[in-house]
């Protein structure tokens, strides 16, 4: 067993890429519910201002008394930040605008790359904590501070990319940021995999950039594919994760068995 693998810690999986639209927050909330249907414990930490993720979960913005902005800032636990969602198992530490600021509020201080990783760190050393299994970190478009304290806390990360022309672009920049982190902040982080979004096998465009991705990054591509699904898009405005919104729709079915994947994945590292 590796040190990664602490016995009860929770793993902490990173969603990034500085691209908007590219599917982050949707995955995060479809990703993170499908594992809960599974049976794991997981907490989903939004780390964007725009705050998608709280919304998409049904947590409002009134209701946001504590968010990752005071738990960042020092000012709060992430316990104390937490709070249960429609699914079982999923809870969630929502964000608020205040973020925005929050880069320039901590910029001199030392351990500003260090603020969610130590908070998660408490957690799991809270004796009446619940005990997560899987830490879904969903991050902001662009590689700054916050997507920076996402990777330092993080064990691997998961990129959605976006079945589109341009989908590479921009790809380069996002692993050189990751190999920065691993050098400075967190020797041990990996990618865990990346996630082609918004697949449409009517269009032929969608199937080319899907050969050409598998074919540019081999197996770090997991096999299951999101389908572009109305229902998807639909679900955030109800205030729901897709899978409760409509179970059987392809999109659900396309995330309960993305979550089989990545519990496979984990399953193959704790064995090497
Ligand atoms: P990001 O967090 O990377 O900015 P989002 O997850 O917010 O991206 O997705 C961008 C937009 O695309 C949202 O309006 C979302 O509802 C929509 N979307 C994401 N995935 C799908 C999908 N599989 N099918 C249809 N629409 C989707
Ligand atoms: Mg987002």
Redesign the pocket.
Known sequence: LSDAFPPGAPRVLT?A?Q???????????NLGTALAAIGETVLIVDL?P?G??ST?LGIDRKARRLSTYDVLFGDATLKEAIHETAVPRLHLAPSTMDLLGLELEIASEKDRAYRLRDAIAALHATETATRYTYVLV??P?SLNLLTINAMAAAHAIVV?L?CEFFALEGLSQLLRTVEQVRTTLNPTLSIHGVVL???DPRNNLSGQVVADVREFLGDKVYETM???????????SYGKP?LLYDLKCT?SQ?YLKLASEVIQRERALRAA
Do not use: H, Y
Request: with cysteine; charged share 20%; net charge positive.
């Open positions: 969603l890429n691209k908007g639209g590219v599917g982050k927050t949707t995955t995060a909330i964007d725009q998608n993720a998409g969903d991050c478009p959605p976006q979004t918004m697949f999101i389908p572009r699904n109305v229902r998807v898009s639909e679900a955030p897709v999109g396309a």
